[in-house]
């Protein structure tokens, strides 16, 4: 099969195409991916060095926006069998302060590849969605499919937009297309301005770590490779028109992540600031996973303990990833690799 990915150099993305071409050796990957500050070739260096290059390589990498129509028609008319859509400006924090590129990318960029998909009649477009269109949660109850959508935040609200516009071509035009709204990830390539991996590279660099608010919102972990293995369930076994969740069924407030990673790296508690709350911030998010697991079969393989512990010794030992990707430096990697091809 040949997919499209879209966002692969991003945290999620990237960890997908790994995952996918180590599992499905009769698989092909195009990564089209616009490079914005979040995507970051070097978290695809060794798949690049492994699989990329010649006519029959199993990765090739398309330097590109998905709302560049005539290039994405291009790329989808060469054989693309599936679209698996990751790209998107994907912080909430970045939503407040700036919503405008939120709607060019994740609504109008959703727009060209679902056009693409239906013109070249793809077999499978799978639409990387969010628990967070579903809005916050009280102290009870989960998220399950059928939970109106309430979205708080710009991001959140953008994604949501996606997801109608990705319904509406299953309805109207019978595009085999599925959605996945999974909740929140952590593990390696994390891009540092989320909650794990900011304040475990800031508590590695003896910095503050700011906490929004009371420190009590409530997030539903799961580690990205579990996520990853979703999306493959998803591709190969999903329904189409169906909407799956996904979640790591760990609820956690920030504090207790917070505690966490001061204690893997004995750290002292005295790093943690108390800052003022990010506005609209949902209080909890929990996601029930029955349908997944029911009907494709899907399971968890990290538990949280486990899976935090090799993370915070993965940003232990790749502190000049993270350094290059804080300091915009990455970006020289770019022009090394590709510059004179
Ligand atoms: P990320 O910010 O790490 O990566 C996004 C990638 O998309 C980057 O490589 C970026 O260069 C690329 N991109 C951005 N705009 C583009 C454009 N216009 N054209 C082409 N490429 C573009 O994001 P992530 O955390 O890997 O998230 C991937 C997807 O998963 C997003 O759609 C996000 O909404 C969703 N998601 C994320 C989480 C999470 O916890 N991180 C949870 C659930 C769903
Ligand atoms: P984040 O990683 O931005 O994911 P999301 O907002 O999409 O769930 O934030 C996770 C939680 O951590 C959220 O409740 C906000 C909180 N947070 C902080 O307290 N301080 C920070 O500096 C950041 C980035 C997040």
Not at 4 to 26: E, V
Not at 96 to 109: P, R, S, W, Y
Not at 212 to 238: Q, S, T
């Amino acid at each position: 099969m040949k997919i499209l990915i879209t966002g692969g150099a991003g945290f999620i993305g990237s960890n997908f195409i790994r995952y996918i071409l180590k599992t499905h050796p009769d698989h092909r990957v195009v990564n089209l991916d616009a490079l914005t500050y979040a995507g970051n070739l070097e978290n695809l260096r060794a798949v690049a060095e492994a699989e990329g290059g010649g006519p029959r390589a199993r990765y090739q990498f398309v330097k590109g926006d998905i709302r560049e129509v005539k290039l994405v028609d291009r790329i989808v008319a060469d054989g693309v069998e599936a679209i698996i859509n990751f790209a998107a400006e994907s912080h909430v924090d970045r939503s407040i302060d700036n919503a405008g590129i939120f709607i060019e990318t994740n609504v109008l960029g959703t727009q060209v590849l679902l056009d693409a998909a239906l013109r070249h009649q793809v077999q499978r477009y799978v639409q990387i969605s969010t628990d967070e269109v579903y809005g916050s949660l009280g102290p009870t109850g989960k998220f399950t499919e059928s939970t109106p959508i309430a979205p708080n935040s710009p991001y959140s609200a953008s994604k949501a937009g996606a997801d109608l516009l990705v319904r509406s071509y299953y309805e109207t035009f019978k595009l085999p297309a599925l959605i996945t709204r999974c909740s929140n990830n952590y593990g390696p390539y994390q891009f540092p301005e989320k909650l794990i991996p900011l304040f475990i590279t800031n508590a590695l660099s003896d910095q503050h770590l700011p906490l929004y608010g009371d420190g009590l919102n409530v997030r539903d972990w799961i580690h990205v490779e579990d996520h990853c293995a979703a999306i493959d369930c998803v591709l190969h076994r999903g329904t189409p028109g169906e909407v799956y969740n996904i979640g790591g069924n760990c609820e956690k407030t920030n504090r207790e992540i917070t505690r966490i990673i001061l204690q893997e790296l004995d750290k002292p508690e005295s790093l943690i600031r108390f800052v003022k709350d990010r506005p609209g911030h949902d209080r909890r998010y929990a996601i029930d996973s029955t349908k997944i697991m029911r009907e494709l079969g899907w399971a968890q393989n990290y538990n949280f303990q486990t899976g935090m512990q090799e993370t915070v010794t993965w940003y232990s030992h790749n502190r000049e990833w993270w350094t290059r990707v804080k300091s915009g430096e990455y970006r020289d990697f770019y022009q090394r690799w590709y510059g004179n091809r």
